[in-house]
């Protein structure tokens, strides 16, 4: 199976995540914010297949957000 670019660099899952959880949900944070900037781009455009990779990608990152941030407000 070929991996999907990623829609900006910020965004990129084969980058690492950080130990630390602030910088995690700050390395999501950024991440979130490029795609919600990109989707912005695309919809101007009219691309409507780079838009709906940015939306499985937006998908992606929101579900991180979620799971990081449960984790720490658990304390993990």
């Known amino acids: 199976m070929i991996a999907p670019v990623p829609a900006t660099a910020a965004c ?3 980058r690492e995540i950080p130990a630390h959880a602030g910088e995690r949900l700050d390395r999501v944070a950024a991440a979130l914010a490029s795609l919600v900037e990109e989707r912005r781009r695309c919809e101007r455009l009219g691309l409507e ?4 990779r ?19 407000r658990d304390g993990r």
């Open 49 to 52: 297949i780079p838009l709906a």
């Open 54 to 72: 940015v939306d499985a990608q937006l998908r992606y990152w929101r579900f991180l957000d979620g799971l990081f941030s449960v984790a720490e």
């Open 12 to 14: 990129d899952p084969a």
